[in-house]
Nanobody
Framework: QVQLVESGGGLVQPGGSLRLSCAASGSIFSFYSMGWYRQAPGKQRELVARITTTGSTNYADSAKGRFTISRDNAKNTVYLQMNNLKPEDTAVYYC?????????WGQGTQVTVSS
């Protein structure tokens, strides 16, 4: 079992940037594929970006060109750099750690994009 704690959310103006962090503990971080998901009010949770154990990445179309996911296995942390934020990016962002035998979620961090 891995425990995940997200940080870095907040209020930002359209066009601004935020970097989300997700610190993992309790298991071997490098064994997990890591992802960022988000859930806006009244909508289903959706994938934003994922990074595999080997560093391969994939992004939702809405995130391509604006968001970058990365991981630091030495720090047991995954990051989501978000640039050129838009009001439609407003959501609770969740960190996810997955391997064939387990899926774990963090508690989420709120991102609000508004002027």
């Amino acid at each position: 079992q891995v425990q995940l704690v997200e940080s870095g959310g907040g209020l930002v103006q359209p066009g601004g940037s935020l970097r989300l962090s997700c610190a993992a503990s309790g298991s071997i971080f490098s064994f997990y594929s890591m992802g960022w998901y988000r859930q806006a009010p009244g909508k289903q949770r959706e994938l934003v970006a994922r990074i595999t154990t080997t560093g391969s990445t994939n992004y939702a179309d809405s995130a391509k060109g604006r968001f970058t996911i990365s991981r630091d296995n030495a720090k047991n942390t995954v990051y989501l750099q978000m640039n050129n934020l838009k009001p439609e990016d407003t959501a609770v962002y969740y960190c996810n750690a997955a391997k064939p035998t387990a899926i774990n979620w963090g508690q989420g961090t709120q991102v609000t994009v508004s002027s």
